[in-house]
């Protein structure tokens, strides 16, 4: 069956410092991957995608995830996290119903 | 406010008891989805319509579920002789059948089963 690991469930970090947040996934066909972000009292809301293509995906407030193919991964990364990134970050996975496998998530809580 | 909406936002209820949650999804979209979120995991899907076609069901949705979408507009999650283990958020998200990937969700129903 198809899941979605992601490793760090908290991580607490200070403004400016960089980001990295852990996704890996078992399927053994084509796979779209995505992350979600959901901030304090909002909805759940996509923050990118990957389908094909480039495996460096950018999306938006800054954040890119890579897409690994050999490693099964899909990590999120931001340069230099802001106060504002404070939010639960789900990697998702999908091969082909259209319906994703979420991870866990992680919360991040980013210090002024 | 165009998003998904859901009602109500939170229904305490007592064991045994039935629900019904219902979900406004954004207008245009055919495809609504349901999840339900548990405390420290991410959304596990139940079901989605395509219109008021319900075209697959989760191992999770047990036959105390059920879920319709009469018009193929809003759509209504009923639990009957709900179980504590019910309890969790339920969240709905829309998407057009075309971008499937889009999906949008609500703010979800958190349902606590005394």
């Known amino acids: 069956a198809q899941s979605v690991s992601q490793h760090n469930h908290h991580v607490i970090l200070s403004e400016a410092a960089s980001l990295e947040l852990g996704c890996n996934y078992s399927y053994g066909g084509t796979v779209n991957l995505f992350w979600y972000v959901q901030y304090p009292g909002q909805h759940l809301q996509l923050l990118l995608k990957?389908?094909?293509?480039?495996?460096l995906v950018k999306g938006i407030k800054g954040f890119e995830a890579e897409f690994i193919k050999s490693k099964f991964s899909f990590n999120l990364r931001k340069p230099s996290v802001q106060w504002s990134d404070t939010a639960e970050y789900f990697c998702?996975?999908?091969?082909?119903?259209?319906?994703?496998?979420f991870g866990r998530g992680t919360s991040l809580i980013v210090h002024p | 406010d165009t998003g998904v909406s859901q009602d109500p936002r939170h229904k305490i209820t007592k064991r045994g008891q039935n629900v019904t949650f219902r979900c406004d999804p954004i207008?245009?979209?055919?495809?609504l989805y349901w999840y339900r979120q548990t405390l420290g995991q991410g959304p596990e899907f139940l079901t989605y319509?395509?219109?008021?076609?319900?075209?697959?069901k989760s191992r999770l949705l047990s036959d105390r579920f059920s879920a319709e979408r009469p018009k193929g507009s809003f759509s209504t999650l009923e639990i009957q002789r709900t179980e504590q283990g019910d309890s969790a958020m339920y969240l709905c998200a829309s998407s057009l059948a075309q971008l499937v990937y889009e999906q949008f969700f609500g703010p979800g129903t958190r349902l606590t089963v005394l």
């Open positions: 319509f395509q219109n008021e076609a319900q075209l697959e």
């Open positions: 990957y389908f094909s293509g480039d495996p």
């Open positions: 207008s245009e979209h055919n495809r």
């Open positions: 998702a996975a999908e091969g082909g119903s259209y319906i994703p496998t």
